[in-house]
């Protein structure tokens, strides 16, 4: 079997990442006439040796990093007809303008933060090429500060509602325990075995409690004094210190009895930590990685726990109405608005098996601005936005704009995402 037969085998299937390496790496490899019959992406110095662009070492040791995600028909589509027909569409267009060809090329991997190409022309007037397999353009991923929604606390929809935000993390919490304690030595999970807790009876072991560094450490003596070799009696019992994670003066002999009585072990992506309610509880209001489990039943217990649904339905109205008003003025800004379109200091071109589009920079035409904002039915936990931007007397374009948690409810902090783009022409776009 030939390394890419074997390679597609591993990978059936698809995600974002394969997508991804296909298609980006498949149109890199047009572009240099790289023949997609010979093509191993474990060795890809030999394929691209013969390329009429420079490409990197970085790039050469990204498409490696990345050669699990190889897919044969997937990448021949975008090296082949697919990416042979934009190659002949972006020179025409570079001719047009008046620009040479760039010289080099990479691929970015995926960390294209401060570019928007996927493909990037090195030392060139214009960007490279941003590049999208199917569906309409998604034109960024952003934090929420681009939105004009920055605050102190990185969970965004916390930080503009925290009292109602409070209530249904709390309700969640409370509601996994339970069905969890319901069922001693079986784990519960809302979604995925991945994700689970389970309520284990007894004492818990020591060690296993992770919350157990956040404790103050006992401070050393003075150098001056001499240190004993007698075991030190501290002054105060070190439960009875406080943190920034546990509650102050807590009932020690409450916690006491409550550790004996049982404990949890929470496991999330293959690692799992074991801590007490009290810990759990105490730790409840910053984002953590092992807070999936409780995430996971926000999502999927949407439409049967009928408090949860009251309770979210309070805080996405207070967040619905707020946050139409503050992207409106946040949006008002050019840097922030340019931004969330992906219209930046330089031209790019935008390419999708169907479509090639030529983006102009900011300084090609004045004038953009946000003409509306609506905000749309939620999904779940998903924000939805519809942004209409646009010329004066020119039909505008529109984009949809998600606020969500893409990597886990409690898990991590919101992100944003700018997709679903209609009429790219609205703003500016040229389609070739």
Known sequence: MRFKEFKSVLTEGGDSKKTQFNSEVGLLAAMCGVDPDTFDPENPE???ANSPYTVGEDTLNNIKRGSESFNEAKFKKWAGPVGQKITSVILDQLEKLGYVPPTELSWVGGQNLSSVADVKFVNHPLDGISIKEAGAPTLSNLTAKAL???GEDPDVFRAHAKAEWDDVKTHCFES??????????KPFYPTKPKYSITYIEGEMPVVADKSKKSQPQVQPLPVQQPVSTEPAVPQQPVAQATSPTTPANPDVSTLKENVSQ???EIEFAGKKVQKTQETIMSEMFLNKDWQRVFG???????NRDQELKRLGTVLFTKIGSDFVNKIKSGLADQMNLHSV??????SYFYATPKDVFYVPSVSSKKGLKLIDLQYTNPKGTNQNFLATIGYEDEEPASVAIYIRYANG???ANPTVR???LKNPQGLGWIRL
């Open 46 to 48: 030999t394929s691209f």
């Open 148 to 150: 004009g929604l920055a």
């Open 176 to 185: 996994v325990l339970e069905k969890a304690m319901a069922q001693p030595g």
């Open 262 to 264: 049982g404990y949890f």
């Open 296 to 302: 996971d039943y926000f999502q999927s217990y949407w």
């Open 341 to 346: 379109v992906k219209i930046g200091d330089k």
């Open 409 to 411: 409810i409690f898990q």
């Open 418 to 420: 700018v997709q679903s």
